[in-house]
């Protein structure tokens, strides 16, 4: 599991006023029993399983002190999983983190640029266990949001361009995102620590 970006970054400064759109599809064998899905995010993120919203919070992951401390949701999907093909969405925007804030609205006040780390376990009923990581293997594109941040509010595409996109999404014009590893203490703080 890793801290997955986009590389949009010029001069140390993200670049970028559309919030970072992640998906990963993966397949669910037969015989799925439960599933939990485990996230947070530099920035502020919110999540969709098969096109099914994840959770009843907004602006998760939550203001916190990002240097020392980054708070982490998860959230049973077992109910949202189907046999199959299923497609997990992310949309993360700045946020505290990374966005404008304060009385001067500054940007980057904690980090450089919005950042995604999850992790969805998949338990079967022979006891095995399927792992789906934030990784390399994540592709990102234009999402629906235009722009989103706290001060502003979000702005979207109209519908008909979603639903092209939700169609077409393997004919999509899509880019692998960076891995990086973050230098962020938090990460043992919250006890949310992404394996190898």
């Not at 592709?139 to 077409?168: D, M, Q, V, W």
Request: proline residues 5%; positive net charge; contains cysteine.
């Amino acid at each position: 599991m890793a801290w997955i970006c986009d590389n949009r970054i010029k001069n140390g400064i993200f670049s970028a006023t559309r919030p970072l759109y992640v998906r990963r599809s993966f397949i669910v064998k037969r015989g799925a029993v439960g599933a939990l899905l485990t996230c947070t995010a530099m920035g502020i993120y919110s999540a969709q399983l098969n096109g099914q919203r994840i959770g009843n919070y907004f602006l998760t992951p939550g203001f916190t002190s990002y240097k020392k401390h980054l708070q982490c949701q998860s959230y049973d999907v077992t109910s949202l999983l189907k046999e199959g093909e299923n497609l997990l969405e992310f949309n993360v925007s700045g946020g505290w983190a990374v966005g404008q804030y304060g009385l001067r609205r500054r940007k980057g006040i904690y980090f450089d640029r919005p950042t995604l780390n999850f992790r969805l376990d998949i338990n079967y009923s022979g006891g095995n266990v399927q792992s789906i990581v934030s990784d390399g293997s994540c592709l990102a594109g234009k999402g629906k949001y235009i722009s989103a941040s706290i001060y502003n509010g979000e702005f979207t595409t109209p519908p008909p361009h979603c639903a092209i996109f939700a169609l077409r999404r393997k004919l999509c014009c899509l880019f692998v995102l960076k891995s990086v590893t973050l230098p962020c203490p938090s990460q043992s703080a919250s006890g949310f620590r992404p394996s190898a």
